[in-house]
């Protein structure tokens, strides 16, 4: 198939057009990569080029940098690219120092990132507001630096992770409602911020499904991201052709394949932004929906929780806390979601011939809820 025809995540973000930019992980861990070789050679690479998960070597600008008192600090301006990112234009820092022999890689929270106050995100109460991905990174970073500038020795260093008015730019981000406190995440899977466009996004999703049909696919899937489609490419096999970047916009799918239909729908995310496709939300954007809790605790009822853990679901901080609590009794809740937002696909495409089923994953790309394909279009 030619590069002009070819379908998936990669031929989406090339049809809509606009330009991509870089996680605020992605710059925290250039501006620590810079730092680092800074207090082992005395000077700063300007640019200095990482090498993200997926094999991409962006360079960025240093837009600050000192070097003193056996410390070493470089900022990066984040670019969102096309996206209309909050933190777009933020000056990123990272500020290290070196560690005795033995201490590893240990970070902290500078001004504007914030610190975990609450259960039920990937980190642990009490731990800088850097998460896993990231932190993976500039580990994977600052070892490499002291491999070429530290005498193979590995590092043994401090991260002390900034942003620049990020205490301020945290109040237009749900992070106070998940308890995160004092400013910013910093957040990425990928290093890659892909922009959406709401009107050029949902024109390269119903290009992703005509290039699907006409390559004969009877089978496709709509992922929420990177990590979604990873997984679903690793229970299925599917092509690339066969992928839908789905992102937020759960209807635009299923409208669109309500009218042009495919034998079966694989719908694969995350946890939290499925359960909100259970609870009949179409637009899965942050801004615009939320993580029911009320509806969590009502499914994990019927799946046979009792009335303290029905109440504490409600309660929970998060989507994961919930489905963390419903694990360890034993409450299939991740199954429960994927089979209510099954049945909300199902009623959009208003008896379409398609089979659905759904996968939930957690950040690491586990599979912690399914259902069975059901539907008109049920594959033999």
């Not at 090339?14 to 605020?24: S, V």
């Not at 959406?196 to 049909?213: K, M, Q, T």
């Not at 759960?250 to 496709?277: D, N």
């Amino acid at each position: 198939m030619s590069g002009e025809a070819a379908g998936g995540r990669v031929a989406q973000l090339k049809h809509t057009g606009l330009r991509p930019g870089w996680t605020t992980g992605a710059c925290a861990t250039a501006a620590t990569t810079a730092a680092y070789t800074a207090l082992l050679t005395g000077r700063f690479p300007d640019p200095v080029t990482i090498t993200l998960p997926k094999g991409q070597t962006p360079a960025f600008a240093l837009a600050r940098e000192e070097l003193a008192d056996g410390r070493a600090m470089a900022g990066v301006v984040k670019d969102a690219g096309d996206d209309p990112d909050v933190t777009h234009g933020a000056l990123v820092r990272s500020t290290v120092r070196v560690l005795p022999p033995g201490s590893g890689v240990v970070f902290r929270a500078g001004p504007g990132v914030g610190t975990v106050t609450r259960p039920g995100l990937p980190l642990a109460v009490g731990e800088p507001a850097i998460n896993p991905v990231p932190r993976q990174l500039m580990r994977d970073h600052v070892e490499r630096v002291a491999l070429l500038h530290n005498g193979g020795r590995g590092a043994d260093v401090e991260i002390t992770v900034s942003v620049d008015h990020g205490a301020e730019i945290a109040r237009s981000t749900w992070n106070g409602r998940l308890g995160i406190l004092g400013g910013l995440s910093i957040l990425g899977t990928t290093g890659v911020v892909v922009p959406y466009s709401c009107s050029a996004w949902i024109d390269s999703i119903r290009r992703g499904v005509d290039v699907a049909r006409a390559a004969g696919h009877r089978q496709v899937a709509a992922c929420t991201g990177s990590t979604s489609e990873r997984t679903v490419v690793a229970e299925y096999g599917l092509p690339e052709d066969a992928l839908l970047d789905m992102g937020d916009f759960a209807g635009a799918v299923l409208k669109y394949l309500r009218r042009h239909p495919v034998a079966r729908l694989t719908v694969c995310g995350g946890f939290a932004k499925l359960s909100k496709l259970a609870a009949g939300h179409l637009d899965l954007h942050s801004a615009r929906s939320q993580v029911d809790k009320g509806f969590l605790a009502g499914l994990a009822r019927r799946g046979g929780a009792g009335e303290a853990l029905v109440q504490e679901v409600a309660a929970a901080n998060t989507g994961l806390a919930a489905l963390q609590l419903c694990r360890a009794a034993g409450v299939p809740l991740g199954d429960l979601v994927a089979l209510a937002a099954r049945d909300e696909a199902l009623t959009v495409l208003r008896g379409a011939p398609v089979a659905v089923d759904v996968i939930c994953v957690d950040r690491a790309g586990n599979v912690v809820g399914r259902c069975a394909p059901a539907g008109p279009g049920t594959l033999s």
